[in-house]
């Protein structure tokens, strides 16, 4: 279990959390599912 960023709005989050997406062979996590209805919509823009 480790720490992440959450790409959309920079905070923290455990790896373990509910909140995440695969994109282009890449895990990323989110600390609620507003953060990721964000970036599944337009995860081009949070990962650059
Ligand atoms: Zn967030």
């Known amino acids: 279990m480790g720490k992440k960023?959450?790409?959309?709005?920079?905070?923290?989050?455990?790896?373990?959390?509910?909140?995440?997406s695969d994109y282009q062979g890449k895990e990323y996590y989110f600390c609620c599912s507003h953060c990721k209805e964000k970036f599944d919509l337009n995860p081009l823009k949070f990962t650059r």
């Open 5 to 20: 960023i959450d790409p959309v709005c920079g905070m923290t989050v455990n790896d373990d959390s509910e909140f995440k």
